[in-house]
């Protein structure tokens, strides 16, 4: 079972994942398909609170806080407290560091203990950016894959562009990157690129990618999970995007069943949608639902007068002698 972790972003404490024995039951979560309109199951889920949650998305791709994991810790009990188990083949997750946390927290190994290939290293805290974590080994038979197509809107927050890949490699080295193109963030830079050539105003969160252009990019992605041959896939991604493409893949579902799909997304919000052979989405299992957890946005306004007071004070001793 996981450990819950404490929400001091900046304790010393190291947080761990207890993933290590997963739900081996014998029901199997295939008994829900067949080969029409049931064809298969895609557990969507949103990644842990992080640090752009609470005031901080200036940081570039950012991690998870103390509380993010926590988040990830209580899916993941969640997960090894069902009467079924996902029977899970495969991982696929947006390639930031937010969605590499989460699914390593929620559907990894658990804490390395005896010499298991490792799925993410330790992470060194870092004030304000780094939460402290142990490294997690990868899950037996469960290949987790990066894929850009899952990424989130892109914003001109320097939160939703991603580091370089070898960085992010190097941190996740029982990720597969192969789908990912490019070392530096080429996606993200062309959309910022063509927003500083429009010159376009207003909020940050607002400015860069349209609606319809993330809805297109998740139909895409959509047609490319259909394509797969797993039949119980794990998908870890944003807000932004999972609205996007659930409420575009709905556009012809009954309006309930259209409304609950296209509803925003919590933190560590887990639906397990059950799709028809051509790509509709037809039902929300209840059993594996989990609700997740609200970010604390109301740390927003404390972090940033935090942030604005330390600018001011590093402005004020570059320009009056001591």
Known sequence: MADEVPVDENSDEVTKSGVASFNTKAAKASQALDDEKRFKVVHFVRHGEGYHNIGFESLEDTHLT?????????????LNNLPKPLDLEVVIVSPLFRTLETASGVFGG????????????????VHNEVTRHYAIAERPGVPFIANEQCRERMSLN????????????????????????????????????????????????????????????GMNFLKWVMDRPEK??????????????????????????????????????????VFDKDGKPVEILKDTYYAGGAPRY?????????????????????????
């Open 232 to 273: 119980h896939l794990g998908v870890v991604s944003h807000c932004a995007f999972l609205h996007e493409t659930l409420q575009a893949a709905a556009k012809d579902s009954p309006p309930e069943l259209a409304q609950a799909l296209s509803r925003d997304f919590r933190n560590c919000e887990m639906r397990s949608v």
């Open 110 to 125: 658990g804490t390395i203990d005896n010499g298991q290939k490792m799925l993410m290293l330790e992470q060194t805290p």
């Open 66 to 78: 103390a509380n993010g994991w926590s988040q990830a810790g209580k899916l993941q009990k969640h």
């Open 298 to 322: 109301y740390l927003f306004p404390l972090n940033w007068g935090k942030q604005a007071v330390g600018s001011l004070v590093g402005e004020v001793k570059k320009r009056v002698p001591w």
């Open 158 to 217: 320097r939160c939703d562009r991603r580091r370089n890949l070898s960085e992010t490699a190097k941190n996740f080295p029982g990720v597969d990157f192969s789908l990912i193109e490019h070392e530096n963030d080429v996606m993200w830079d062309l959309k910022h690129d063509e927003a500083v050539s429009a010159g376009a105003v207003g909020s940050r969160y607002f400015i860069g990618e349209k609606g319809d252009a993330v809805a297109e990019r």
